[in-house]
């Protein structure tokens, strides 16, 4: 599983630039990543550039045979394929120009040299969606399938035989965001050979620039530095209201500053230089020594009720470490 969250590693990386000087003693000239203002407008105009020039098999969509797999594939609008309409056009593309929100980045965050919050449009297409009532959040356990590509084809990274389990702010930002606008399927159904099935789940792809990817940190020798990245998705099903480290309260939860990140909420930051634990993956989210799950109150059923504050002073108990 390479899918992994590039944001705490970057946050070790962090460690390893503020130790010293990197011009000194070792010979190795650290190159500063590039401004993250400048890499958008790059990368926005190659997604762009992609999704017109490309379409998707949006007709075995439209009038699927019996046996469709719903899954997506995509070439090139030329030759015997110059009449097809592209993803941009399709009218199942949705990002910023079709009145979705974007999504800021920090800069600081990236490792970029620069000190800006910049705005990415993450472009996510529905080619099918799931029947579930609601979609996942960013806290929540995921049941996918997908394959990460390049723009230019080259796959990195796929698991498109057997689902597999994501939460959501374990992976890459853009993965983790996308995935909030599918929706689910219903199953799991048995094959009758040990294997489960999944019916009218959420098909797609997301499209993102790499400031929502992997940014100055290129993976697997695979994906050059500032790639905007393509994932193709399969939701099959998710975990509602997941809570990542038991703590009784729901992972989403636990994002304070409602940015929809919740790898940068970290209350007792001060005391984990070395070994940050964002809110939603620590048990003692103040670090006074008593659980979380013992200074919130609980339903019977042990799921989350309220908070507590004991001493008044607008800070809840879990979070006030004094
Ligand atoms: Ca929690
Ligand atoms: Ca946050
Ligand atoms: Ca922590
Ligand atoms: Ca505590």
Redesign the pocket.
Known sequence: MKLKNSCLFLLMVIGIFSCGNPDDNSGLVAVPPRDLSEVIVEDDAEILAFLQSHFYNYEEFQNPTADFDYRIKFDTIAGENSDKISIFDSGSLAGVEFGMETISVSSVELLSASDEVVDHTLYYLVARQGVSETAPTIGDNTNVRYEGSLLTGEVFDSSVEQPIQFNLSRVVRGFGNGLEYFKSGTGPIENGDGTFNYEDYGVGAIFMPSGLAYFSTPENNIIPLYAPLVFKVELFSFEKDS?????????FM?DLDMDGNLNNDNTDDEDEVNTFSPN?ADTDDDNDGILTIDEINLNDDGSFLSYRDTDGDGIYDHLDDN
């Open positions: 809570d990542f480290d038991g703590d009784g309260i729901p992972s636990e939603y």
